[in-house]
């Protein structure tokens, strides 16, 4: 009886040798793939996370680009007023000028052809008043070219102003043109490791341009351009920046990396 019990004991612990051991393989393996779901879900939050910055930062970056172009429609406004001024400053300087030269002229004339009544008596004093008054007069014609001089160096001023202010607004909106780049993958060479996307030259790609590739809210990875024709652009794809398990796919939009690139 003794043997009988001691062998089913022996039984029984080797039936729970075995169970515990298989026991212990599950809750390692659980463990292991408890830990691998947790880094995948946090390298997933960082990848969210990333996306989420850089589209609040191309947002920010535009609304502060689309506010300097404001404030240059704004100047060039008060540039062209104060142009427009200017003009009509220096038209009203250019007809006193030409009011006080005709008038210049006549005194001139007088005093060479006397009109009919003048006698000997009173030729000296009316001589000397007309003399008297062509001296202020050419003093008047004077300070007038003096003006119109200084108008006109406003005016040129004033031009040269809004030049540049035109010239500015311009490239300003060039750049933001430029920056608002959104293109498409149209073909993507898996074997060779390249892509071709439907825009160059055209939406002002250069070789030194950055590009990301996205999909949805997702940045799938980054291109290095190969070649830039004027509506088509050759990349190879940086695959250390694909994240894990995507690749790319035509379709996928296609970004400026950064606005101010």
């Given at each position: 009886m003794t043997k009988v019990l001691l062998l089913l004991s022996a039984v029984v612990m080797a039936v729970a040798c075995f169970f515990s051991y298989q026991n212990r393989t599950t809750f390692v393996q659980?463990?292991?793939?408890?830990?691998?779901?947790?880094?995948?879900?946090?390298?997933?939050?960082?990848?969210?996370?990333?996306?989420?910055?850089d589209l609040n930062n191309v947002g920010t970056q535009r609304d502060s680009m689309k506010g300097e172009l404001e404030q240059e429609d704004e100047r060039l406004a008060q540039s062209k007023i104060k142009l427009k001024n200017a003009q009509s400053e220096n038209e009203r300087t250019a007809a006193d000028l030409a009011s006080t030269q005709a008038e210049t002229k006549d005194l001139k004339d007088k005093t060479t052809n006397f009109p009919a009544g003048v006698t000997l008596e009173t030729i000296a004093e009316d001589i000397n008043k007309l003399k008297q008054s062509v001296a202020d007069n050419e003093l008047k014609v004077g300070k007038l070219k003096e003006e119109t001089t200084s108008k006109e160096k406003e005016l040129k001023k004033e031009v040269a102003e809004q030049d540049e202010v035109t010239k500015r607004l311009e490239e300003r909106k060039k750049m933001f043109q430029r920056n608002s780049l959104t293109?498409?993958?149209?073909?993507?060479?898996?074997?060779?490791?390249?892509?071709?996307?439907?825009?160059?030259?055209?939406?002002?790609?250069?070789?030194?341009?950055r590009l990301i590739i996205t999909r949805g809210s997702q940045t799938v990875g980054k291109l290095s351009i190969v070649s830039v024709e004027n509506n088509k652009t050759v990349a190879n794809i940086i695959h250390k920046s694909l994240h894990k398990g995507i690749s790319v796919a035509p379709g996928d939009k296609v970004i400026l990396e950064s606005l101010y690139q």
């Open positions: 659980t463990r292991k793939d408890y830990n691998d779901n947790t880094t995948k879900i946090s390298l997933e939050m960082k990848a969210l996370s990333s996306i989420e910055s293109s498409t993958v149209v073909a993507v060479n898996n074997d060779w490791g390249f892509v071709v996307i439907d825009g160059g030259r055209n939406q002002g790609i250069t070789t030194d341009t």
